[in-house]
């Protein structure tokens, strides 16, 4: 099939990848940059199905549930952009933004003329060296993707939110590995777990003699990533006092060492992720609103694993690629396992998907996970009830979290529940809960993130 002459004088006229499509879905033109992109030669490409070449589909790609422009093009006669999942010839798959609009010929017929904007690569972590990386193709994960990209150009601070286990800290190394400073240090603070009397020095440095028992010159880790990116997770966790001076890294770029006299200069850009409503925090005066409004200048929000359920099984069957390389063992999910795993709410996210799966696949005797394994892991999740049969195996209601008549109550259960019931009455401030418990915010925080509460 030789392609329109008139169509595919359009197609060499754009500089970005471009190709026209008739109503049968069949490509009839393509310009030398859709080839150089990827890796698509014109001789074997014209006459295919779009969704063949572009998707590695065997029909339409709104039967497979994702957004296409072919019926706005064809039904409505408008043009139409989205967000969308692209594969080359070798199977590397790219986050697009596709633009397309109607075209008519001499005859009248209507063509679908199509711009291809490439977002970003989804990188295969065997070929990067990358132990993780982000993994989707929903309408929600790609507006957030296509958000990252924006700001990653942008020295601007970005407040990263969403529940735990939904993949902040993958999102801004993104942002890192996507901006002008990808060749710089990435550097990681875990706002959580630094100790209140130590975490002036650990984020600025100390000079020598500032503390007993530490002679010698620490640099900070502020310091430490001079020129890249620090990454805040759990910016909410910050002391107060360690607010103030981080405000003043934000506004000035100045901070001074722990016992030091010397201003020193930072160059990085600041990163931040939560999983609680910072403004809440705000109006308790537990968080500075100044520094609020510094980190937030640009805010991306993590979708949870349940806004997007189409990305279950992609992300099931990505870990499980993982875990076999690391055991030298390929597993694999049934049918009916990943109909389990898609219809199951996750308040851990991913973490959660990912801890059912490794539980799941140490009961595996041939590498195939299927609903018994699945139940296992369930029962056997930290805060689950288990629900025994008479063989004393975890029964088929655990798949669904429903119980069984016999059934025991574990201490950690009974913890977990009387911090969400407190949480309720306090109307989520952990603040007040902290106060009712008798315990700290962090020992409450630790505990909520143990037990997946928000």
């Given at each position: 099939?030789k ?15 471009f190709?026209?499509?008739d ?14 992109a ?16 572009s998707?590695?589909?065997s ?12 019926r706005h093009?064809y039904?409505?006669?408008?043009p ?20 397309a609009?109607?075209l ?18 989804q ?13 989707g ?21 970005v ?24 060749d710089k240090?990435y550097?990681t ?25 530490h ?9 430490l990533?001079e ?16 607010q103030?001076k ?63 359920r ?28 990943l ?8 308040p ?9 799966l ?22 056997n ?10 063989a004393?195996n ?13 059934q ?6 009974a913890?977990?529940?009387r911090l ?13 809960t ?21």
């Amino acid at each position: 099939m030789k392609p329109k002459i008139g169509f595919q004088t359009l197609a060499d006229s754009h500089e970005q990848p471009f190709m026209v499509i008739d109503k049968n879905f069949r490509i009839v033109a393509l310009n030398r940059a859709y080839e150089r992109a990827y890796a698509a030669e014109a001789a074997q490409v014209i006459g295919k199905h779009c969704y063949e070449v572009s998707h590695s589909h065997s029909r339409p790609c709104f039967d497979e549930g994702e957004e296409c422009p072919y019926r706005h093009i064809y039904e409505k006669k408008t043009p139409h952009s989205c967000l969308h999942t692209h594969r080359d010839e070798t199977g590397r798959t790219y986050w697009v933004r596709v633009t397309a609009f109607p075209l008519t010929a001499d005859d009248g017929e209507v063509y679908l003329g199509e711009s291809v904007q490439e977002l970003t690569r989804q990188d295969d972590p065997a070929e990067t060296g990358e132990t993780m990386h982000m993994v989707g193709e929903s309408p929600e994960f790609l507006a957030m993707i296509e958000q990252l990209q924006l700001m990653a150009h942008s020295r601007i601070p970005v407040l990263l939110m969403g529940e735990t286990g939904t993949g902040k800290e993958l999102a801004a190394k993104f942002l890192h590995q996507h901006s002008e400073r990808c060749d710089k240090p990435y550097v990681t603070v875990d706002c959580t777990i630094l100790n209140e009397s130590l975490v002036e020095s650990e984020l600025f440095g100390h000079e020598r003699g500032s503390f007993t028992g530490h002679a010698g010159l620490k640099q900070g880790l502020v310091e430490l990533a001079e020129g890249g990116t620090l990454f805040l997770d759990e910016i909410g966790e910050l002391p107060a006092n360690i607010q103030t001076k981080l405000l003043r890294v934000l506004d000035t770029g100045e901070f001074r060492r722990v016992g030091g006299q010397k201003t020193l200069k930072a160059d990085v850009r600041i990163v931040c992720a939560t999983n609680r409503h910072l403004w809440d925090a705000v109006k308790e005066q537990y968080f500075r609103e100044d520094l609020y409004y510094r980190i937030a200048c640009m805010t991306v929000y993590i979708p949870g694993l349940r806004d997007r359920r189409e990305d279950i099984p992609l992300l099931a069957n990505t870990l499980l690629r993982r875990l076999s390389r690391s055991a030298g063992r390929r597993y694999q999910l049934t049918d009916a396992a990943l109909d389990v795993l898609r219809n199951r709410d996750y308040p851990g996210n991913i973490r959660e998907l990912r801890n059912y799966l490794f539980a799941a696949s140490a009961a595996s005797v041939d590498g195939w996970i299927d609903t018994p394994q699945l139940a296992r892991a369930f029962a056997n999740a930290p805060g689950s009830v288990q629900y025994r049969g008479r063989a004393g195996n975890p029964a088929d209601t655990a798949l669904h979290g429903r119980g069984a008549a016999s059934q025991q109550e574990q201490p950690e259960n009974a913890e977990s529940r009387r911090l969400a019931e407190v949480l309720r009455e306090q109307y989520g401030s952990r603040k007040r809960t902290a106060a009712v418990l008798g315990i700290s915010t962090r020992t409450l925080y630790r505990k909520m993130k143990c037990y997946g509460l928000r």
